[in-house]
């Protein structure tokens, strides 16, 4: 058997935090990793440690940027496969079961894509929209985090292959919370972009905006969420938009 040991970064997630940990106490350990959380998530948790007391591994350490802190919550996670999660995810009922009969199997791959269904601000979004897959089943032997400073993913020795086991994203709670992400987001991703050497062009600027909101429309079928397709695809091609005028702003500032 494959024993899992779920891995959790957290900061200010009492909102989430508590559906999280009830779609993982099937695991076989449960390492929580917060920044220090200023609101009653702590208090959360330790409900958690008192109903399993011998799975739940609690830790705080000071943020130190999304990919070195969940490298360093991989770290603590005594068993080789880890499944790791963000505070506002949580796992299907299909989800665990299929990951329950991947553990009685000998892995095919050093790790595995899951598809995650997200919430548009009111709504699930519809099954008919594109899902995005991301690497959350994995050999920590053979796997590591990206130094990326934003969208920091998985990096595998190896293939990934896929395993439909579809989680939850509760990342899009209201248009606010969005548009708040979006300035960070944009920032973080600009100076990414121009450490990397990556340069911005007035008409980069004017037509891939665009390009972007008819791939998040039509391409990724957003249309299918109604009006709030509408304002998502909107608010992407808004991030898109932004995090290259703030490229553009740092190159007229030091190129």
């Known amino acids: 058997m494959n024993k899992v040991s779920a891995v959790i970064t957290c900061f200010n997630a009492e909102k989430t935090i508590s559906s999280c940990l009830e779609s993982l106490s099937w695991a076989d350990e449960v390492v929580i990793l917060d920044s ?4 009653h998530t702590p208090g959360l948790i330790a409900n958690f440690q008192t ?62 894509a899951l598809p995650r269904i997200e919430w548009v601000f009111w709504h699930w979004s519809h099954p008919w929209v594109k899902r995005n897959e991301f690497i959350r089943l994995f050999d920590k032997n053979r796997a590591h985090m990206s130094q990326d400073l934003v969208h920091e993913s998985i990096i595998l ?23 708040d992400k979006i300035n960070r987001y944009s920032a973080l991703s600009a100076q990414q972009k121009y450490q990397r050497g990556v340069r911005c062009t007035a008409l980069r600027l004017l037509l891939y905006p665009p390009f972007y909101f008819f791939r998040q429309y039509f391409i990724k079928r957003q249309i299918f969420n109604g009006i709030s397709g509408v304002i998502n695809a909107s608010l992407n091609s808004y991030y898109a938009y932004l995090k290259y005028a703030k490229l553009y702003e740092i190159q007229k500032s030091n190129d």
């Open 157 to 179: 020795d190896g293939k990934k292959k896929r395993l439909h086991a579809p989680f939850k994203h509760y990342g899009e709670r209201s248009i606010q919370m969005k548009l």
């Open 51 to 112: 109903v399993l007391p011998n799975k739940i591994v609690f830790k705080q350490q000071v943020f130190e940027g999304f990919a070195k802190q969940k490298q360093a919550a991989i770290d603590l996670a005594t068993n080789d496969w880890v499944l790791l999660l963000d505070d506002d995810e949580q796992l299907t009922p299909k989800a665990i079961h299929c990951i329950k009969k991947w553990q009685q199997k000998k892995p095919k791959a050093p790790g595995y």
């Open 36 to 39: 220090y959380s200023e609101d």
